[in-house]
């Protein structure tokens, strides 16, 4: 999953050194590693994201008003999105990426099979159409219904407005 998230946002496989195949632009830094702390990776994302120039994410979602994102968007939640997001966002930081300068982001969710079906809570379902407006980026979350189920897909697009609609582990507009 990794190795696809670091293709879609231009990233460099990590070689047996440790180090990247290539330079990163973001000055050597690389993806985060597997020991560090998601409460420091957190903090690193909270300073240094920025979802538009000079525009940082969580500054603007504190000065306007989304608390309902801010505490989605945290470490210690019980829903994997955020924290695969924030993991995310810091290794793209890192490497010098733009959120801006991207069309979005796929991503894939494993698990959750008996208490969901597979697709993200209805509160991630909600956070993630939210983000993705806020940001102006197209969200796409592949899914399994059951372990050794299909692939399906959500999309979250920043330009329609829709309220979404959970029916067995798929959404509908």
């Known amino acids: 999953m990794l190795d696809r998230l670091r293709k879609l946002l231009g ?13 990163a632009p973001g000055e050597g830094r690389t993806d985060p590693e597997p020991g560090e702390r ?8 909270c300073v240094a994201f920025c979802f538009r120039p000079d525009t940082n994410l969580m500054q603007y979602l504190r000065d306007n008003d989304h ?10 939640t019980n829903e994997p999105e955020p924290k695969a997001l924030i993991r995310l ?10 959120a801006w300068e991207k069309g979005g982001l796929t991503f894939v969710r494993e698990g959750g099979w008996d208490s969901t079906g597979g697709a993200p ?9 939210k983000l993705a407006k806020i940001m102006g980026l197209k969200l796409n979350l592949g899914y399994k ?7 399906m897909s959500m999309t979250f ?3 329609i407005e829709r309220e979404l609609e959970v029916t067995s582990g798929t959404a509908s507009a």
């Open 11 to 23: 990233g460099k496989r990590r070689d047996d050194a440790g180090g990247t195949s290539d330079a």
């Open 38 to 45: 998601l409460e420091d990776l957190y903090e690193e994302f």
């Open 67 to 76: 608390t309902d994102l801010i505490e989605w968007l945290r470490w210690d």
């Open 89 to 98: 966002f810091v290794a793209a930081t890192r490497q010098g990426h733009k």
């Open 121 to 129: 809570s209805r509160a991630t379902q909600n956070a993630l159409a």
């Open 145 to 151: 219904e059951k372990p050794d189920g299909i692939w």
């Open 157 to 159: 697009d920043p330009c």
